[in-house]
Structures are given as structure tokens and as C-alpha cells.
């Protein structure tokens, strides 16, 4: 079974940073695309930034050049450096894996608990 599991949400005023990261654990193959999706209240979910195994980023509009995405293949984690925060930017953040699986044999998509982040003065 793979896990993600994330940290380094909270609370911080406009302006502020963060950082979140997502270790991937269990039994791994190899883990390919890693991202941030991120739910607001009453809304939908929606990609926020993405990076592939070998770099590759992309990212919502509305974050670019305050968002940046990385990743540690050696950790098997991926981290969102979170800048400049807006109100708009509250939300539970969600860390997605597309994972090789060593016990399933199969590529599994695999999502984290959340981890809640409120931007306000």
C-alpha cells in the first residue's frame, strides 16, 4: 500500500509563506508525476502545480510567480513553497502521486489527507 502523507499547513496573514511538503511511502516502484490540488470552501477541487520525475512544472494561472513546486526522487517527496499569500489562497491542499506500485504491480494514483491552510489577517 502507498501513503502520502503532508505537512505544513496553518495558519498565516497576507503577504505570508508557507511551505507544504509530501513524503510518498509503502512499497514504490518508482513515483512519476507528483502535484498540489486544493479545495476551497464551497468550491471544486483544482490543480494548483505539478512537477514530472525528471523537473518539469506547471502551474495554475493564479499562482504563478508566487507558487513554486519541487521534489526529492531520493525522498520520494514533493514540496509546494507557498509565497506572497493571498485570502484566496485559503483552502485544504491535497498532494497527488502517480505512483508505480511494487505491491500492486500497477500505476495507482494516490491522494493525501489535506492539510489546511488559512491565509487571513
Known amino acids: 500500500q502507498v501513503q502520502l502523507v503532508e505537512s505544513g499547513g496553518g495558519l498565516v496573514q497576507p503577504g505570508g509563506s508557507l511551505r507544504l511538503s509530501c513524503a510518498a511511502s509503502?512499497?514504490?516502484?518508482?513515483?512519476?508525476?507528483m502535484g498540489w490540488y486544493r479545495q476551497a470552501p464551497g468550491k471544486e477541487r483544482e490543480f494548483v502545480a505539478g512537477?514530472?520525475?525528471?523537473?518539469?512544472?506547471n502551474y495554475v494561472n493564479s499562482v504563478k510567480g508566487r507558487f513554486t513546486i519541487s521534489r526529492d526522487n531520493a525522498k520520494n517527496t514533493v514540496y509546494l513553497q507557498m509565497n506572497n499569500l493571498k485570502p484566496e489562497d485559503t483552502g485544504v491542499y491535497y498532494c497527488?502521486?502517480?505512483?508505480?506500485?511494487?505491491?500492486?504491480?500497477?500505476?495507482?494514483?494516490?491522494w493525501g489527507q489535506g492539510t489546511l491552510v488559512t491565509v487571513s489577517s
Open positions: 512537477v514530472t520525475s525528471g523537473g518539469n512544472t
Open positions: 509503502g512499497r514504490i516502484f518508482r513515483v512519476n508525476a
Open positions: 497527488n502521486a502517480n505512483v508505480l506500485s511494487a505491491a500492486a504491480g500497477m500505476v495507482l494514483q494516490v
